[in-house]
């Protein structure tokens, strides 16, 4: 096989290394700190490296970010947390050059997750990578490929698998409480505004936008630019937050393979503002015995995220109007399951409450998870096998969109629509050279 060069992409070409392995780097000691550089300081970076510079067992040694007016305020929120002082880079591959470094915390737009994970597979570091974890369908394989060719840790940043309500609530199923489970309802209905139109603009100074841009086309600077709306850049804004409910569905039934066949409907409805992604999105997908559907919209204020007082506390969410939520049915009983703390109750074949859990969310443990995953080079509990499989779903909802709402047949060996060559065409980006993943990574 062949794999990414780091030195010659630092020079700004892509080419092949030779077949030997690159170093893997430092081994830990029990009492060493971990050592770990953050790619991407918007929101979620930024509290990333917040979390992970409060912990004894970490260094947060790099603060990264294309935009370098970002470093400022990620520097304040380090340094108060940390005694050593982070360098703050521009370009994620110096970190990735820094032999002391132990993991990457990729927290970029979707179209960076692939490539600054494969690289830093390949340059010896583990991963802790934000969801939705891959931006296409193959893109996930080849991250799947290179966590396994280089021996590293990658753990996806769906962070609700790893709190213990969710896993109470799944041993409740599995133990057959709610009989047979055919239909699994997962939701994820919210308001988003409508954008105005901005002119294009100049770059702005410290902001490097070619480097942005990365494996994606390079379109003009605009400042209005919401990267979410736009698949050059993303897997939607409805995918980005619906991949947190798709993960529970499959953790609560036994985290099932890809399934046989998915359809969509949906389109634009409401915030028709120039984006090419749906703010209207309905799924079904179709295993051997069960059926999941989707349920998401961008348009409905009555639906609400579980509030921080709810998941804090030993509260549960209004569930009529959570927008944020799993229906497990089954044969003998019925769940309601709210993400990210918010707890679950489950109901008998008369309607009545037989069991109810609070919730707190899994931030603490997903991070332990993945520095323990460090130093004992096990397997996360959301590993790149299985972000690839749950942000699958969102894949093939949204290729079920651009191809005309059609129904789409799966070949799980292949991972190739069966008989649908314009469907296949959706499974891989175009990518912008250099920035390009090649076939065998």
């Not at 982070?86 to 820094?98: A, N, T, Y």
């Not at 966590?147 to 709190?163: L, N």
């Not at 899994?362 to 460090?374: A, L, T």
């Not at 299985?386 to 991972?415: F, K, W």
Request: net charge neutral.
């Amino acid at each position: 096989m062949r794999s990414l060069d780091r030195r010659k992409f630092m020079t700004g070409s892509l080419g092949a290394a030779s077949l030997a392995m690159v170093s893997r780097g430092p081994v830990r000691g029990a009492n060493e700190r971990v050592v770990v550089g953050i790619m991407g300081l918007g929101g979620r970076g930024n509290r990333l490296a917040e979390n992970f510079a409060q912990r004894s067992d970490v260094e947060v040694a790099y603060l990264c970010d294309v935009d370098t007016r970002r470093f400022e305020r990620a520097k304040k929120t380090v340094e108060a947390a940390q005694r050593s002082r982070p360098k703050l880079v521009q370009d994620f591959r110096r970190i990735l050059d820094d032999d002391s470094v132990d993991a990457l915390v990729n927290a970029t737009p979707d179209h960076w997750h692939a490539l600054g994970s494969i690289l830093a597979c390949q340059a010896g570091k583990d991963v802790f990578v934000e969801k939705p974890m891959a931006h296409s369908v193959w893109e996930g394989r080849k991250m799947v490929e290179a966590e396994s060719r280089y021996g590293r840790v990658v753990q996806v940043g769906m962070q609700s698998r790893s709190a213990p309500y969710v896993h109470r609530a799944r041993e409740y199923i599995r133990a057959g409480n709610l009989g047979d489970v055919h239909l699994v309802r997962v939701y994820n209905m919210m308001q988003h505004p409508k954008r105005e139109p901005v002119p294009d603009g100049p770059v702005p100074e410290g902001l490097d936008w070619d480097l942005w841009c990365g494996p994606a086309a390079k379109r003009p600077y605009n400042p209005g630019l919401y990267w979410l709306n736009h698949w050059e850049y993303s897997c939607g804004p409805i995918a980005g937050d619906l991949v947190h409910q798709l993960d529970l569905a499959r953790y609560l039934i036994g985290d099932p393979p890809a399934p046989r066949a998915a359809s969509h409907q949906g389109a634009i409805y409401s915030l028709q503002d120039g984006r090419d992604t749906p703010d209207t999105q309905m799924a079904l997908y179709e295993y051997d015995g069960l059926t999941m559907t989707m349920q998401s919209t961008l348009w409905t204020p009555y639906m609400k995220k579980t509030p921080g007082v709810v998941r804090n506390n030993d509260r549960f969410p209004d569930w009529p109007f959570s927008s944020t939520k799993v229906e497990v049915l089954g044969t003998d009983g019925y769940m309601y399951f709210g993400r990210h703390g918010g707890g679950w109750q489950a109901y008998d074949a008369d309607g009545e409450l037989v069991r109810s859990e609070y919730g707190r969310q899994g931030n603490r443990e997903h991070q332990d998870d993945f520095v323990d995953c460090i130093r004992t080079r096990r397997k996360p509990v959301a590993d790149a096998e299985t972000g690839h499989q749950t942000v699958m779903l969102c894949h093939l909802a949204n290729i079920s969109y651009r191809v005309g709402n059609r129904r789409l047949v799966l070949d799980p060996e292949t991972e190739t629509f069966t008989g649908f060559p314009e469907a296949n065409a959706h499974l891989k980006r175009t990518y912008r050279k250099p920035w390009v993943i090649p076939e065998e990574v």
